[in-house]
């Protein structure tokens, strides 16, 4: 499974983007997907993530509320809406898959994308 991520880019406090993954490789419908990002000096950190099985996602606190996951299978993508951002989210994100059950570990993920540079404006 490759992954590679898009979408990043400069936005001012408030706005909104909205960032990109698509994977290559088998059974893409059978993959469980995370966004994960890190800053400098920072541990990666888990965002969102959704489940291959029935769709089910789960959230970081931080971002509970102003982001949303979501895949869609015929286009073998998945994407992060992120609202209301502010100065703090400010990271590199990485969209992870793997195959099996949702998991918030960055150690369970077998598939990482390359990144992206999500940066706030304040």
């Known amino acids: 499974v490759q992954l590679q991520a898009s979408g990043g880019g400069l936005v001012q406090a408030g706005g909104s983007l909205r960032i990109s993954c698509a994977a290559s490789?088998?059974?893409?419908?059978?993959?469980?997907l995370g966004w994960f990002r890190q800053s400098p000096g920072s541990e990666r950190k888990f965002v969102a993530g959704?489940?291959?099985?029935?769709?089910?996602?789960i959230y970081g606190d931080s971002v509970k509320g102003r982001f949303t996951i979501s895949r869609d299978n015929a286009k073998n993508a998945v994407y992060l809406q992120m609202n209301s951002l502010n100065p703090e989210d400010t990271a590199v994100y990485y969209c992870?898959?793997?195959?099996?059950?949702?998991?918030?570990?960055?150690?369970?993920?077998?598939?990482w994308g390359q990144g992206t540079q999500v940066t706030v404006s304040s």
């Open positions: 959704i489940s291959w099985y029935n769709g089910s996602t």
């Open positions: 992870a898959a793997r195959y099996g059950t949702l998991y918030s570990y960055s150690s369970r993920y077998n598939y």
């Open positions: 490789g088998r059974a893409f419908s059978r993959l469980t």
